[in-house]
């Protein structure tokens, strides 16, 4: 009896939490099927407001793709760098990519800095202002720093290999789930990106998918009516609906890639619970 | 593991130096950059010009919209910190139960999935569930609720709680995810010795592998209320409207009107620098939780 009632406080937990996740999401769904018809719903894809979205679209394509390899490397790098270092050097270095985690410096200084140096509307801006995942760092130091991993670079030494070839052919290839994680979290994180572009860019050349959404967003009824904006040159509601589910279905496909490969790069069983 | 020869020193240093680089540009230069909070502000030097004492935050606590901007952010914190935590172990726990019993956690995607959506799509659900003509009101005036519907985006009442809510929303499923992680390294003969004693997978969960993960859910709730401190700026910027300016300001989006949008860049600054004041008893007291722990082990 008691296990009964545990399984049906289990499911009905379960049916809560992904009701509430999900329910949002429906709304969109729905209004994507209000589309007046084919026709218009095909000229949501063709017409001139659909060519400001998908170059918005390329744009933040390589915005993934550039910021994800860069940020990729530098933390891949950062972490293989900080696994190297002794204890103290490494508590040093570490505690020096902690302090800012804990100690924002804000929007205005930084916004200062960039203008300062003359980042504003220049593409590497939208990459360089979303700054290392230091988190993601600690985390693929503590991956690189164990036991596992040092017997690797022991063994490659022994085999002759350098430093370089020994992380290049030996360490890295031996954790592909750590690799999946940071490629999948940087490019996430690029994908959402709408921020930098929204402070630091105002070239339309620049301007990404996300931020043309939110500007289109801002002129649809829903965001006159919720106060966002005043009422302007309206666009449609299902045309904005598209847009955004264009926007979600990437970004929750790289969630799914991040969950299986991060779970798999701490070696965690789910069934069993054992590391 | 320490490097045996020279050469993987300047290895590993080389390595480290284009992060260490980017961090020192763009995270201690513009910490450097608050003392034009304390300073004249001018492009031609812009984190040089001649000191003006308190001047700025005199003008900062001057105005009303930064008193309802300090305290929005403080309440939103405090709120969203305790509304995320529980959110997220409760359903850490539900995640737990079900896959020490053996059944697979299918829902673990679908949690983590709020934490990965902009703040551009965001806003927009919620511009459609939450409008006069959204599905909540309709949900509401269909179930005797309301009568017609209520404008929860602009309302002075209603708004700090759909804030709070989108805050636990959005973040209560990586605490989910994170805190389910740390349940999954407990030790399993733990959990046999609990049920040996007679408690049930949830009385484990709750009395057993929980408490002897308290320190490490304190950690994890502190970061959380550091995450929440950075993303404010950007929940209040694209869901906020201004006709729910003082409900919705939180000291980020206040310095960014202030600063960015009016040009008064040192009051913008001083804005920025009482932020970074604001989540100090929240480093505090992760530094404390951090270190705690290694002090009971020496002795």
Not at chain 2, 270 to 291: C, E, N, Q, T
């Given at each position: 009896?008691?296990?009964?009632?545990l399984?049906?406080?289990?499911?009905?937990?379960?049916a809560?939490?992904?009701?509430?996740?999900?329910?949002?999401?429906?709304?969109?769904?729905?209004?994507?099927?209000?589309?007046?018809?084919?026709?218009?719903?095909?000229?949501?894809?063709?017409?001139?407001?659909?060519?400001?979205?998908?170059?918005?679209?390329?744009?933040?394509?390589?915005?993934?793709l550039?910021?994800?390899?860069?940020?990729?490397?530098?933390?891949?790098?950062?972490?293989?760098?900080?696994?190297?270092?002794?204890?103290?050097?490494?508590?040093?270095?570490?505690?020096?990519?902690?302090?800012?985690?804990?100690?924002?410096?804000?929007?205005?200084?930084?916004?200062i800095?960039?203008?300062?140096?003359?980042?504003?509307?220049?593409?590497?801006?939208?990459?360089?202002?979303?700054?290392?995942?230091?988190l993601?760092?600690?985390?693929?130091?503590?991956?690189?720093?164990?036991?596992?991993?040092?017997?690797?670079?022991?063994?490659?030494?022994?085999?002759?290999?350098?430093?370089?070839?020994?992380?290049?052919?030996?360490?890295?290839?031996?954790?592909?789930?750590?690799?999946?994680?940071?490629?999948?979290?940087?490019?996430?994180?690029?994908?959402?990106?709408?921020?930098?572009?929204?402070l630091?860019?105002?070239?339309q050349?620049?301007?990404?998918?996300?931020?043309?959404?939110?500007?289109?967003?801002?002129?649809?009824?829903?965001?006159?009516?919720?106060?966002?904006?005043?009422?302007?040159?309206?666009?449609?509601?299902?045309?904005?609906?598209?847009?955004?589910?264009?926007?979600?279905?990437?970004?929750?496909?790289?969630?799914?890639?991040?969950?299986?490969?991060?779970?798999?790069?701490?070696?965690?069983d789910?069934?069993?619970?054992?590391? | 593991?320490?490097?045996?020869?020279?050469?993987?020193?300047?290895?590993?240093?080389?390595?480290?130096l284009?992060?260490?680089?980017?961090v020192?540009?763009?995270?201690?230069l513009?910490?450097?950059?608050?003392s034009?909070?304390?300073?004249?502000?001018?492009?031609?030097?812009?984190?040089?010009?001649?000191?003006?004492?308190?001047?700025?935050?005199?003008?900062?606590f001057?105005?009303?919209?930064?008193?309802?901007?300090?305290?929005?952010?403080?309440?939103?914190?405090?709120?969203?910190?305790?509304?995320?935590?529980?959110?997220?172990?409760?359903?850490?726990?539900?995640?737990?139960?079900?896959?020490?019993?053996?059944?697979?956690p299918v829902?673990?995607?679908?949690?983590?999935?709020?934490?990965?959506?902009?703040?551009?799509?965001?806003?927009?659900?919620?511009?459609?569930?939450?409008?006069?003509r959204?599905?909540?009101?309709?949900?509401?005036?269909?179930?005797?609720?309301?009568?017609?519907?209520?404008?929860?985006?602009?309302?002075?009442?209603?708004?700090?709680?759909?804030?709070?809510?989108?805050?636990?929303?959005?973040?209560?499923?990586?605490?989910?995810?994170?805190?389910?992680?740390?349940?999954?390294?407990?030790?399993p003969?733990?959990?046999?010795?609990?049920?040996?004693?007679?408690?049930?997978?949830?009385?484990?969960?709750?009395?057993?592998?929980?408490?002897?993960?308290?320190?490490?859910?304190?950690?994890?709730?502190?970061?959380i209320?550091l995450?929440?401190?950075d993303?404010?700026?950007?929940?209040?910027?694209?869901?906020?409207?201004?006709?729910?300016?003082?409900?919705?300001?939180?000291?980020?989006?206040?310095?960014?009107?202030?600063?960015?949008?009016?040009?008064?860049?040192?009051?913008?600054?001083?804005?920025?620098?009482?932020?970074?004041?604001v989540?100090?008893?929240?480093?505090?007291?992760?530094?404390?939780?951090?270190?705690?722990?290694?002090?009971?082990?020496?002795r």
């Amino acid at each position: 009896m008691r296990q009964l009632k545990l399984k049906i406080a289990l499911a009905t937990s379960t049916a809560v939490v992904i009701v509430l996740v999900v329910l949002p999401v429906v709304p969109l769904l729905q209004t994507v099927a209000a589309a007046p018809s084919a026709s218009t719903f095909g000229s949501y894809l063709l017409d001139e407001q659909a060519v400001a979205f998908i170059r918005g679209m390329s744009t933040q394509f390589v915005l993934t793709l550039c910021g994800t390899l860069f940020m990729g490397t530098l933390v891949l790098s950062a972490g293989y760098g900080l696994s190297l270092l002794g204890g103290v050097q490494r508590a040093i270095v570490g505690l020096f990519f902690v302090i800012p985690v804990v100690i924002d410096a804000g929007l205005i200084p930084t916004y200062i800095l960039v203008r300062a140096i003359g980042l504003i509307d220049h593409p590497l801006v939208l990459i360089l202002a979303e700054r290392i995942d230091v988190l993601l760092v600690l985390a693929a130091t503590l991956v690189f720093a164990r036991g596992e991993t040092l017997t690797l670079r022991e063994a490659a030494s022994v085999d002759g290999a350098g430093p370089l070839s020994a992380m290049l052919r030996v360490v890295l290839p031996a954790h592909p789930q750590l690799i999946t994680t940071v490629v999948a979290l940087s490019a996430l994180r690029f994908w959402n990106a709408w921020f930098p572009a929204f402070l630091f860019v105002h070239s339309q050349a620049l301007v990404p998918a996300q931020n043309r959404l939110r500007s289109m967003a801002l002129r649809t009824e829903s965001g006159i009516a919720s106060g966002l904006t005043r009422a302007g040159e309206s666009v449609s509601e299902p045309r904005i609906a598209l847009y955004a589910l264009v926007l979600l279905i990437p970004g929750l496909v790289l969630v799914r890639i991040f969950r299986s490969a991060a779970m798999s790069a701490l070696t965690i069983d789910p069934k069993r619970g054992k590391k | 593991m320490r490097p045996d020869t020279r050469g993987e020193r300047r290895f590993a240093l080389s390595l480290l130096l284009p992060a260490i680089a980017l961090v020192a540009i763009f995270d201690y230069l513009p910490m450097y950059g608050l003392s034009i909070a304390f300073r004249e502000f001018s492009w031609r030097v812009p984190f040089g010009g001649p000191p003006v004492g308190l001047a700025n935050i005199r003008r900062l606590f001057g105005d009303p919209g930064f008193h309802h901007a300090l305290s929005n952010t403080i309440r939103y914190a405090l709120a969203g910190t305790v509304g995320v935590a529980l959110t997220g172990i409760a359903v850490a726990v539900v995640f737990h139960i079900r896959s020490v019993a053996g059944g697979r956690p299918v829902f673990s995607t679908v949690v983590l999935a709020p934490s990965f959506v902009s703040w551009v799509i965001v806003s927009l659900l919620l511009s459609r569930l939450f409008t006069v003509r959204g599905w909540v009101n309709a949900l509401l005036i269909r179930a005797g609720v309301l009568e017609q519907g209520v404008a929860f985006l602009t309302s002075a009442s209603l708004f700090p709680v759909v804030f709070v809510g989108t805050s636990v929303w959005k973040h209560a499923g990586l605490m989910a995810f994170l805190s389910w992680m740390l349940l999954q390294q407990t030790d399993p003969d733990m959990r046999d010795a609990a049920a040996l004693d007679g408690l049930g997978p949830l009385g484990t969960v709750l009395r057993v592998e929980l408490a002897s993960l308290r320190p490490q859910l304190v950690v994890l709730t502190l970061l959380i209320a550091l995450l929440l401190f950075d993303s404010f700026g950007e929940q209040s910027l694209s869901i906020a409207s201004a006709a729910i300016r003082s409900h919705a300001d939180v000291v980020e989006s206040y310095a960014y009107r202030i600063g960015i949008q009016r040009g008064r860049w040192a009051v913008g600054a001083a804005g920025s620098l009482v932020s970074a004041l604001v989540r100090l008893p929240v480093v505090a007291l992760l530094v404390a939780s951090l270190v705690q722990p290694h002090r009971r082990r020496r002795r």
